[in-house]
């Protein structure tokens, strides 16, 4: 079975980025909801679905 990638496309510089998903979990309501971002970030800020708390997400980078 093959898994389709999506890729975040740069214009300027004509780079692509794999978008990746996470689950992250609310530390105010504790709910889990899908994160997308692309590979190319180190944090994200998003809100929550749930309660509209306003995060920031440190995202993991490989060395």
Do not use: V
Not at 37 to 54: A, D, H, R, V
């Amino acid at each position: 079975m093959d898994k389709k990638i999506k890729y975040f496309i740069l214009d300027k510089f004509d780079y692509s980025y794999p978008i990746l998903t996470k689950d992250t979990k609310c530390s105010f309501c504790e709910n889990f909801f899908p994160i997308e971002y692309s590979s190319n970030l180190k944090t994200i800020g998003k809100e929550c679905p749930f309660c509209n708390n306003k995060m920031d997400i440190k995202l993991k980078t490989k060395p």
